[in-house]
Every structure is written in structure tokens, then in C-alpha cells.
């Protein structure tokens, strides 16, 4: 195989972050916990949700490592932060057996990395307050978009925490 993608309608492309975007994403947040003076953990995944780099803090829980990775996983499909809302119109089932699911995080502090309304990848933020956590993954976020020269939004509908 010569390494060209043959255009088929069976086949798709999709966009996906780089090891050096990642790290990029991964030190904004950081840069804004120490601003904050927290101590987090944060996993940033591609869109296929597979790990790509990954950062504990000296002083961070233990918890916030598997944390802040099902955070980034949740993230690939969805922010996290906009969880509470959305379960609201739901029934009772799936209120109560969507947070059952492996892997899955539903509250604040995992965003999707997006272009053009594609998710690239995610991060996960854990280890300070859901709102601090908020505010390092889309410090993260803003990094990216602007590395990716677009403006950083979420996905169409959905509100800023």
C-alpha cells in the first residue's frame, strides 16, 4: 500500500489532534490550575477516544487520574458540563442508568476539542472543583481553537457553564 486514502463511500476520513496539539491543550490546563492554584490530573484523548497524553499534578488525588480520562472519553461525544441539563427531559431510567455506563463522567470538566462542528478529540480535567475544572479544560480548549486558528465554541444548542 502506497499510503494514499482511496475515496470510497465506504470509507471516511476523520480529523484527529496530534501528539503536539495535545500537548499543547495539556499545558494550557495546567497553566491554569497553577493560576488557580489547584491541583488537578488531565487526560487528553483523540476522537476515537484513545489516550494521548496524560498529566497528574504533584499533589493531585489519586481518584482524579481515571477521573479526569472518563471525563475526556465522555467528552468525545459531548461536554460533560452540559450533562444536568440535558437528563433533565429524560425518564427516570435513563436519568438513573446513563451514569451506570463504564467510562462514563457526567459532570463538568470534560470538553470536546472541535473544527467545523467535527470533535478532534477531548480533554478531561479532575482533581479541583467541578467549576475549576470547567475552567482548565476550556483554557485548554480556547488553546486549541486558537492553534487551530478558529473560534472556540461548543457544539450548536449547547451552553457555556
Known amino acids: 500500500m502506497n499510503g494514499k486514502t482511496t475515496h470510497t463511500p465506504y ?4 480529523g484527529s489532534i496530534t501528539l503536539p496539539l495535545a500537548r499543547h491543550a ?7 490550575a497553577a493560576e488557580l492554584s489547584v491541583r488537578i490530573s488531565v487526560s487528553v484523548v483523540d476522537a476515537a477516544g484513545h489516550l494521548i497524553h496524560l498529566a497528574h499534578m504533584d499533589g493531585a488525588t ?8 472518563n471525563k475526556a472519553l465522555t467528552a468525545v461525544g459531548f461536554s460533560t458540563s452540559a450533562w444536568e441539563a440535558r ?29 467545523q462542528g467535527a470533535t478532534l478529540g477531548a ?38 457553564a
Request: charged share 20%; proline share 5%; with cysteine.
Open 123 to 160: 480533554i478531561g480535567v479532575s482533581g479541583a472543583s467541578e467549576q475549576e475544572d470547567v475552567l482548565c479544560a476550556m483554557a485548554a480548549v480556547h488553546a486549541v481553537a486558537s492553534l487551530l486558528d478558529q473560534p472556540s465554541q461548543r457544539a450548536a444548542g449547547e451552553d457555556r
Open 11 to 14: 470509507l471516511r476520513q476523520v
Open 26 to 32: 495539556l499545558q494550557a490546563a495546567l497553566d491554569k
Open 62 to 69: 489519586l481518584q482524579s487520574r481515571d477521573i479526569a480520562l
Open 87 to 115: 437528563l433533565e427531559s429524560r425518564s427516570a431510567a435513563v436519568r438513573q442508568g446513563l451514569p451506570l455506563q463504564p467510562r462514563m463522567a457526567l459532570f463538568g470538566g470534560g470538553e470536546p476539542f472541535l473544527q
